[in-house]
C-alpha cells in the first residue's frame, strides 16, 4: 500500500509539472524559445491567489480565475515588451532576455511582498480521503490535482485540434511566414499561446503551493526547471508529450526519494532524463525532423 | 610556434589578439598600482581574484559557445569539480610544499585535470546531442554534480584517503581530517588565490584558446559551428573536435573554479548552481559569441556593477535585470547595430 501511496503522490506532483510543462512546451513550439520566465510565472500567479484569498476573502476557486486572467495579462506584456522586439534575434539573445525577465520577475516579487516565507492556504483544505480500511489516504489537493490536470489535458488537446485559434497555432508553429500568407495573424497567435501558457502557469503555482505550503519568490524557480527537463523528457514542443513527461518525472522523483535517497532524488530525476534522451535524442513523442542538405 | 602562427593571421584577427593581451595587461597594471597606492577600496580589492575566475570562465564558455557553436548551461559544474578537487589539493599538500604559489599552482593543475576529466566524462552522452537537447542536458549534469558533491565526503588520515557518500562513514583514524563535508563543503581554505595568480591564469587561457582557435583543429570548430553538415562531407571527425573544445573548456573552467575557491575560506557545492552557469553565459553573450575581449570585459563590469549599485540596497537585483533586458533589446536592435558598426574602427579593414 505504501507504493500505492507513493505513485499516487508521484502523479500528483507530476500533474503539476505537467501543467508546467504545457506552458513551456507550447511557447517553444511556436516561437522556439526556452521561456525561463515561465517558472516565475507561477510564483507570481501563487502570490495573487495568496493575497486574493487571505486579504481580500475571495472564494479560492475565484482567486484562482482572478490569478489566471492576471497572469495572462501578464505573459502577454511580457512577450509584447522583451520577447516581440527579438523575433529575428539569435536564439541566445532570447534565452538571455528570457532570463532576465525571470530575474526581474523574482525581484520584483522581492520588493512587493518581501522575501519571508508566506503560508499558503491550501485551495480545498488540508482533508483526506481514506480506502482500503485507511492504508491509503488520498488528500483532498492530491486527488484535485490529478482530476485538474487531466481537465486541461483533454481541453487543451481539443482546443488545438479543433478551434479555429489552434489551428492557427500549430500553424505558426509549423511555418510563420506560410502561416501569416495563409492570412493568419502570426503575432495575435504567438500573444494567445504566450497567455494561455501564463494562465496554466497561474493553475499550476495555486495547486503547487496548496501542496506545498511555502511561498517565497524564489519558489517558481526549481519547478520551472524541473518541469522543463518535463517537457524535454516528452519531447519539446509536443503536448501530449509533456503531460507524459510530467507525469513520469513526478513519479521518478517520489520514488528516488522514497527508494533511493531524499538528498539524491534531484540526479536520479536528470540521470533519467539523460539515459532516455540518448536512447530517442528527440524525447519521448518528440519528432526526429530529417535534415536535407 | 605562436609566433609563426599569427604572423600567418590575417591582420585584423592578429591586431585584435594582440589588442586583447594589452587591454588585459594594461588593466592589471592599473589595478595592481591603484591598488598599492590605496586608491582601491577594500570591497574592489576583494573582487579582483572572483573577476580574474569570472573572466576565465567567461573565455572558457566563449570556446564551447561562440566558438563551437554549442550551447551549453552546467559550466558552473566544471567550476565546482575544479574548486573541490583543487582546494582538496591544496589543504593535502599544506605539509608538503609551504611556498603557497606553488601550492596553488598545483591546486590548479590538478583541479584542470580532474575537471578535464569530468568533462570528457559527460562529453561523450552530450556531444551526441543537438542544439536545445544538448543544451539540457549540460543543465542536467551540472544539477548532478552538484547534487553529488553536496553529497560526498572526503576524509585523509595515516591510512591515506577515505570518501563515502551521502553521510559520513569515513571512520577516520584518530588525528584524520575530514576535508570534504558534504553539503557543509570544506571549511578552513587557506585563502592563497592571488590577484597575480589569476593575471597568469587569465594570460595562459588565452594563449590557449587563441592558439586553439588559430589552429587547425579552430577552424574545424567554427567550421561545424557554421555549418555541420558541410564540415561532416568534407571528412572532418565532428565527435573529436566537439570533445576537443569541450574538454579543453572543462579544463579551463576547472582551474578558474580552484582560483575562486581559495579566494574564501568556506567553498560549498550549492554556490555553483544554475544561477552561475547563466551568469558567466550572460557575460558571453553580452560580450559577444567568440570574442573573448568582450567576454572578459563583461564578466568584469556585470561582477562590479551588482556591487557598485548596492547603494540602492533591494533595488539592485532589479536594476541588473532590467540592464540585462535593456542591453539584449539594445544590441539586437538593426538601427543601434549599425550605428555601433560605424564606430567600430576595424570594420573597414576587415571589408577591405
Same mark, same amino acid.
Not at chain 2, 275 to 285: D, Q
Given at each position: 500500500m505504501t507504493f500505492l501511496n507513493f505513485f499516487i503522490s508521484g502523479i500528483s506532483l507530476g500533474s503539476i509539472y505537467a501543467i508546467i510543462a504545457l506552458g513551456y512546451t507550447m511557447v517553444y513550439g511556436i516561437s522556439k524559445m526556452l521561456n525561463f520566465a515561465h517558472g516565475d510565472v507561477i510564483m507570481v500567479g501563487a502570490y495573487i491567489c495568496f493575497y486574493a484569498v487571505v486579504r481580500y476573502g475571495l472564494n479560492p476557486f475565484l482567486a484562482v480565475a482572478v490569478a489566471m486572467v492576471l497572469c495572462s495579462v501578464l505573459g502577454i506584456i511580457v512577450e509584447g515588451l522583451a520577447y516581440k522586439p527579438l523575433r529575428q534575434a539569435p536564439s541566445l539573445a532570447v534565452l538571455i532576455t528570457a532570463i532576465g525577465m525571470s530575474y526581474f520577475l523574482q525581484n520584483t516579487a522581492l520588493l512587493l511582498w518581501s522575501s519571508n516565507p508566506k503560508v499558503f492556504p491550501s485551495v480545498v483544505g488540508r482533508g483526506a480521503f481514506h480506502m482500503f480500511n485507511g492504508n491509503l489516504s488520498v488528500s483532498h489537493i492530491t486527488a484535485l490535482t490529478i482530476i485538474v490536470c487531466l481537465v486541461i489535458m483533454v481541453a487543451l488537446s481539443l482546443f488545438v485540434s479543433k478551434t479555429k485559434m489552434g489551428k492557427a497555432m500549430r500553424a505558426c508553429s509549423e511555418d510563420k511566414g506560410a502561416a501569416q500568407l495563409m492570412g493568419i495573424n502570426v503575432n495575435a497567435t504567438i500573444s494567445m499561446t504566450f497567455a494561455i501558457g501564463s494562465g496554466l502557469a497561474a493553475i499550476a503555482g495555486a495547486l503547487l503551493c496548496s501542496a506545498y505550503p511555502t511561498l517565497m519568490p524564489t519558489t517558481g524557480s526549481l519547478p520551472g526547471i524541473k518541469a522543463f527537463t518535463a517537457a524535454v523528457f516528452g519531447g519539446i514542443g509536443s503536448i501530449p508529450g509533456a503531460f507524459l513527461g510530467g507525469l513520469m518525472l513526478g513519479v521518478i522523483e517520489i520514488f528516488a526519494k522514497a527508494y533511493i535517497s531524499s538528498q539524491l532524488s534531484d540526479a536520479v530525476v536528470f540521470g533519467v532524463l539523460i539515459v532516455v534522451l540518448l536512447v530517442k535524442p528527440a524525447g519521448l513523442l518528440g519528432k526526429m525532423t530529417q535534415e536535407k542538405v | 610556434? #605562436? &609566433?609563426?602562427? !599569427?604572423?600567418?593571421?590575417?591582420?585584423?584577427?592578429?591586431?585584435?589578439?594582440?589588442?586583447?593581451?594589452?587591454?588585459?595587461?594594461?588593466?592589471?597594471?592599473?589595478?595592481?598600482?591603484?591598488?598599492?597606492?590605496?586608491?582601491?577600496?577594500?570591497?574592489?580589492?576583494?573582487?579582483?581574484?572572483?573577476?580574474?575566475?569570472? &573572466?576565465?570562465?567567461?573565455?572558457?564558455?566563449?570556446?564551447?559557445?561562440?566558438?563551437?557553436?554549442? !550551447?551549453?548551461?552546467?559550466?558552473?559544474?566544471?567550476?565546482?569539480?575544479?574548486?573541490?578537487?583543487?582546494?582538496?589539493?591544496?589543504?593535502?599538500?599544506?605539509?608538503?610544499?609551504?611556498?603557497?604559489?606553488?601550492?596553488?599552482?598545483?591546486?590548479?593543475?590538478?583541479?584542470?585535470?580532474?575537471?578535464?576529466?569530468? /568533462?570528457?566524462?559527460?562529453?561523450?552522452?552530450?556531444?551526441?546531442?543537438? /542544439?536545445?537537447?544538448?543544451?539540457?542536458?549540460?543543465?542536467?549534469?551540472?544539477?548532478?554534480?552538484?547534487?553529488?558533491?553536496?553529497?560526498?565526503? !572526503?576524509?585523509?588520515?595515516?591510512?591515506?584517503?577515505?570518501?563515502?557518500?551521502?553521510?559520513? #562513514?569515513?571512520?577516520?583514524?584518530? /588525528? /584524520?581530517?575530514?576535508?570534504?563535508?558534504?553539503?557543509?563543503?570544506?571549511?578552513?581554505?587557506?585563502?592563497?588565490?592571488?590577484?597575480?595568480?589569476?593575471?597568469?591564469?587569465?594570460?595562459?587561457?588565452?594563449?590557449?584558446?587563441?592558439?586553439?582557435?588559430?589552429?587547425?583543429?579552430?577552424?574545424?570548430?567554427?567550421?561545424?559551428?557554421?555549418?555541420?553538415?558541410?564540415?561532416?562531407?568534407?571528412?572532418?571527425?565532428?565527435?573529436?573536435?566537439?570533445?576537443?573544445?569541450?574538454?579543453?573548456?572543462?579544463?579551463?573552467?576547472?582551474?578558474?573554479?580552484?582560483?575562486?575557491?581559495?579566494?574564501?575560506? #568556506?567553498?560549498?557545492?550549492?554556490?555553483?548552481?544554475?544561477?552561475?552557469?547563466?551568469?558567466?553565459?550572460?557575460?558571453?553573450?553580452?560580450?559577444?559569441?567568440?570574442?573573448?575581449?568582450?567576454?572578459?570585459?563583461?564578466?568584469?563590469?556585470?561582477?562590479?556593477?551588482?556591487?557598485?549599485?548596492?547603494?540602492?540596497?533591494?533595488?539592485?537585483?532589479?536594476?541588473?535585470?532590467?540592464?540585462?533586458?535593456? &542591453?539584449?533589446?539594445?544590441?539586437?536592435?538593426?538601427?543601434?547595430?549599425?550605428? !555601433?558598426?560605424?564606430?567600430?574602427?576595424f570594420r573597414h579593414k576587415e571589408e577591405a
Open positions: - | 610556434m #605562436t &609566433m609563426r602562427r !599569427l604572423i600567418n593571421l590575417k591582420r585584423a584577427e592578429a591586431r585584435r589578439i594582440y589588442l586583447t593581451y594589452a587591454i588585459v595587461i594594461a588593466a592589471y597594471i592599473i589595478c595592481q598600482v591603484m591598488s598599492s597606492t590605496k586608491f582601491l577600496s577594500s570591497s574592489m580589492r576583494g573582487m579582483l581574484v572572483p573577476i580574474c575566475a569570472y &573572466m576565465v570562465m567567461a573565455v572558457s564558455l566563449n570556446l564551447v559557445v561562440g566558438i563551437l557553436g554549442e !550551447l551549453s548551461l552546467g559550466h558552473a559544474g566544471f567550476m565546482s569539480v575544479g574548486a573541490f578537487s583543487g582546494v582538496a589539493t591544496a589543504i593535502l599538500l599544506q605539509g608538503f610544499i609551504p611556498f603557497a604559489p606553488v601550492r596553488l599552482a598545483i591546486a590548479m593543475i590538478v583541479a584542470a585535470v580532474f575537471a578535464a576529466f569530468a /568533462g570528457f566524462v559527460i562529453g561523450i552522452p552530450v556531444l551526441r546531442l543537438k /542544439g536545445d537537447y544538448l543544451a539540457i542536458v549540460t543543465l542536467a549534469f551540472g544539477e548532478i554534480i552538484k547534487s553529488i558533491l553536496n553529497n560526498f565526503y !572526503l576524509g585523509v588520515d595515516s591510512q591515506g584517503l577515505h570518501f563515502s557518500m551521502l553521510s559520513d #562513514t569515513t571512520r577516520l583514524l584518530p /588525528g /584524520g581530517k575530514l576535508i570534504i563535508r558534504g553539503p557543509m563543503g570544506i571549511s578552513g581554505i587557506q585563502k592563497i588565490a592571488t590577484f597575480p595568480a589569476g593575471f597568469i591564469l587569465l594570460m595562459i587561457a588565452l594563449m590557449i584558446v587563441f592558439n586553439l582557435v588559430n589552429s587547425r583543429s579552430g577552424r574545424a570548430f567554427m567550421a561545424i559551428r557554421d555549418d555541420r553538415i558541410a564540415a561532416e562531407s568534407i571528412g572532418l571527425d565532428i565527435t573529436k573536435y566537439k570533445m576537443m573544445a569541450f574538454v579543453m573548456s572543462a579544463a579551463l573552467a576547472g582551474s578558474a573554479g580552484a582560483l575562486f575557491a581559495m579566494n574564501y575560506s #568556506t567553498i560549498v557545492a550549492n554556490k555553483f548552481d544554475f544561477n552561475t552557469s547563466i551568469l558567466i553565459l550572460v557575460f558571453v553573450v553580452l560580450g559577444g559569441q567568440g570574442n573573448m575581449l568582450g567576454g572578459i570585459i563583461a564578466a568584469a563590469v556585470l561582477t562590479i556593477l551588482p556591487e557598485k549599485l548596492r547603494s540602492f540596497s533591494e533595488y539592485r537585483m532589479l536594476l541588473y535585470a532590467i540592464v540585462l533586458i535593456v &542591453m539584449m533589446l539594445a544590441t539586437n536592435n538593426a538601427e543601434i547595430k549599425e550605428f !555601433l558598426s560605424r564606430l567600430n574602427p
